[in-house]
């Protein structure tokens, strides 16, 4: 029987170094059983308070799964400082435990993006640095980035090197973007290495910059779920769901709206 390792992202209760204690307090308090955040947030920690993102892990006995690192270039021949920075965010982040990098592209434009092969240039790069640290990179789609909509995310998946590079996919994200989650994932599902998972309001306003608590949104999560255990997934699956001033629960309470209903449709299968 195919299990799932289920943790949380610490976006739900913000984007700052500030919200990282209570965000893992209620994680590891709900029984998610890993946190992700961000590696700038995690450089934030080292640099204004060293060691202490990692005695709030131990505090609360929860373990770091991943980093979120975004990029910025757009012309592959300035993606150097892109490489740097995230090789920084690695280091601190393999020294907390985390075995994944998940990768962002940068901010898209009005014209369409043709430099596939320039970008995957810079990410099998950044790989490369990851590996040596021995971690995996997986690549995120989002909206509003150079990895949007389908024909992106297979462009990019086509470009880059499988060997360094593989899929994080994000449902809310993709759903958003005017794809098919379910269908993304199928194909590609041999690529997957790391899952961010959150619902999609379908286009209304939810307070969740249009996502859902898992559960309360139009994904057919069972068959993400189908499609992860036909890809023999062994990785993380995240939640999360993106904080807005307008959100209409805390963030413990949205939580454990997805944490409920994933115990109710994996049962015995999520390793929580």
Known sequence: MDKFRIGHTGITWGYQAAQMEEALRDTAELGYRAFETFGSVLEQFERDRPGGFGALLQRYGIPLSAAYCG????????????????????????SLGATTIVLQGGQRRAEPYTQWEGMASVFNEIARRVAGLGMITALHPHTGTLIETEAEIDAILAAVDPRLVSFAPDTGQIQKGGGDAVAVLRRHKARIGHVHLKDYGGGRETGYAGYE??????????????????????????????????????????????RRYLAKLLGDRAQW
Do not use: C, H
């Open 71 to 94: 990029t910025a270039f757009y012309d592959p021949a300035q993606g150097e400082a892109d490489v740097e920075q995230v090789a920084k965010w690695a280091d601190v982040a393999k």
């Open 213 to 258: 608590p898992i559960g309360s949104g139009m994904i057919d999560m069972a068959a993400i779920f189908q499609v992860l255990a036909e890809g023999n997934f062994s990785g993380w699956v995240m939640v999360e769901l993106d904080s807005t001033p307008s959100a209409p629960r805390p963030p413990r309470e949205a939580a454990a709206m997805s």
